[in-house]
């Protein structure tokens, strides 16, 4: 498929930066549908959409339309995944790409009957510097990952009423924030983590405002991680091995590691690809998938983050609106 037609769902920060991205590489989005008319059709004014839709709905029936970038509150995924994937088109989802478990694996056998391609919109699988970082752990020189240390924090006003605290569109730092650390930690690891530890402080309104999590997978590797949304952390990972240490900060859309090999006290700066262009990384990498490479979306991994978050909010006994039906 040579001229793949974008279509995106929802006007807000997301989409406008998917737009710029594709106008960055000489592309457009040729359709655009958003549950209040008048903002879809200012978004298109704005980047010279071809299609707007009176109901956007209507998406999901168009023949033309090969994929759609779903970028509505992650509590609204799922139903509009199916609405797509139902109709034969291909998505990209932002994370988290569901509320659960249960949702993504629903997904995925449905996607594989109707034969199209899931991708989350997860940039740690697709910067370029991640790339070259796991060529530099497959050479050898650094020896075997064995821990991987994680912080991301935000401070957030305590307005319980926004999304980041409002249980009714899946606040939390854990589908907000946690999905990041994760999708990184899983990345460098050998295998899924399947054994979960976890602390936890609840917001006012029942979410997960802060926690504390650490988890070991059967090859011995660790990770530990420190998520809040009511203090400010450095987005910092750092991925210690037998032989050295890579770290990286501002990993969510990293372009620049630092690796030290401890025996000689060198250093390596490692720089690959940009910032700004981190949505361009994405919609080639799904671009690549629905052509035919559909491992180069990673869904193995993010269906392995997605497991480890049901299972930490499980054992916190905490759910959304939607699961207590």
Not at 131 to 151: D, P, Q
Not at 165 to 180: E, H
């Amino acid at each position: 498929m040579s001229d793949i037609k974008w279509a995106v769902l929802g006007t807000g920060v997301i989409a406008n930066e998917m737009a710029v991205a594709l106008k960055k590489i000489g592309r457009n989005i040729y359709a655009v549908g958003n549950r209040t008319y008048s903002k879809a059709v200012d978004f298109a004014k704005k980047y010279g959409i071809e299609k707007v839709y009176d109901d956007f709905n209507d998406m999901f029936t168009d023949s033309d339309v090969d994929v759609i970038y779903i970028t509505t509150p992650h509590n609204t995924h799922i139903e509009f995944m199916k609405k797509a994937i139902r109709n034969s088109k291909h998505i990209l989802v932002e994370k988290s790409i569901t509320l659960n478990s249960r949702e993504l694996n629903e997904a995925m056998e449905l996607a594989a009957l109707h034969n199209v391609v899931i991708g989350e919109a997860m940039t740690i699988y697709h910067m370029p510097v991640y790339k070259k970082l796991k060529e530099i752990l497959a050479s050898g020189r650094l020896g075997k990952v064995n821990l991987i240390t994680m912080n991301f924090g935000s401070y957030k006003e305590y307005n319980m009423n926004n999304r980041f605290f409002n249980r009714n569109l899946a606040g939390g730092a854990m589908l907000d924030i946690g999905v990041y650390a994760l999708s990184f930690i899983r990345y460098f690891m050998t295998k899924k983590p399947d054994k979960l530890l976890s602390q936890l402080k609840k917001a006012p309104t029942g979410v997960d405002e802060q926690a504390g999590l650490l988890l070991m997978n059967n090859d011995g590797q660790m990770a530990t991680v420190m998520l809040s949304l009511h203090s400010k952390q450095p987005k910092r990972g750092m991925v210690s091995c037998e032989k050295g240490y890579i770290e990286i900060m501002e990993y969510p859309r990293a372009f620049e590691a630092v690796v030290t090999y401890t025996e000689s006290g060198e250093k390596e700066w490692v720089k690959e690809g940009d910032t700004r262009d981190a949505l361009i990384y994405e919609l080639l990498d799904m671009e690549k998938a629905i052509n035919g490479d559909k491992k180069c979306m990673l869904l193995d991994y993010t269906k392995d983050v997605m497991d480890m978050m049901t299972e930490f909010r499980n054992s916190w006994n905490f759910k959304y609106p939607e699961e207590e039906l």
